[in-house]
T-cell receptor, first 113, second 110 residues
């Protein structure tokens, strides 16, 4: 099993450009999450999904959109990137409600100039 | 949202014992978990408390007291490789959303 994978690993964007981050998991997990982590801070939840075809907003959803067309994939989109979106983005998955462990991907480092 | 407070940085020597505290305000959660994150890496799961008391996993133990809104991670026999950031997190009744503390950077010195 590959676990949780993320592509790309690193990206540089100019202000106003768009991009999509891909998260894939091969553990048949129902729940998937997108977080951002800024220097010296914990992880903040952007959006999450409790199953194929469903998405919901987290703590900091503005400027991002998501889609979960297939159970194994969770996409995070930036329609018009801003310097404030420079961050490290982590995807995570878990099996169901009240599951203690989240499994994280390796992260995507995004720099918006 | 949830608010979990941790010390920002802790320094200890190799072989020692260190305790990292986590205090929180919200009571509606399934459990309190702890994650380790090395610089440039992803968070990895260490320990979880659904009930009050102590959970032991090798050199790491975690404790929860719901009545005191408090938990801690205890690391024993510290090794240099334990130098990392440690995060506490709650998974909430609301679709198992996880809320993380801001993290504690542990520096282990020889």
């Amino acid at each position: 099993n590959a676990g949780v994978t993320q592509t790309p690993k690193f990206r540089v964007l100019k202000t106003g450009q768009s991009m999509t981050l891909l998260c894939a998991q091969d553990m048949n997990h129902e729940y998937m999450y997108w977080y951002r982590q800024d220097p010296g801070m914990g992880l903040r939840l952007i959006h999450y999904s409790v199953g194929e075809g469903t998405t919901a907003k987290g703590e900091v959803p503005d400027g991002y959109n998501v889609s979960r067309l297939k159970k194994q994939n969770f996409l995070l989109g930036l329609e018009s990137a801003a310097p404030s979106q420079t961050s490290v983005y982590f995807c995570a998955s878990t099996t169901d409600t009240n599951q203690e462990t989240q499994y994280f991907g390796p992260g995507t480092r995004l720099l918006v100039l | 949202g949830q608010s979990l407070e941790q010390p920002s940085e802790v320094t200890a020597v190799e072989g020692a014992i260190v305790q990292i505290n986590c205090t929180y305000q919200t009571s509606g959660f399934y459990g309190l978990s702890w994650y380790q994150q090395h610089d440039g890496g992803a968070p990895t799961f260490l320990s979880y408390n659904a009930l009050d008391g102590l959970e032991e996993t090798g050199r790491f133990s975690s404790f929860l007291s719901r009545s005191d809104s408090y938990g801690y991670l205890l690391l024993q026999e510290l090794q240099m490789k334990d130098s990392a950031s440690y995060f506490c997190a709650q998974n909430t009744y609301n679709f198992n959303k996880f809320y993380f503390g801001s993290g504690t950077k542990l520096n282990v010195k020889p």
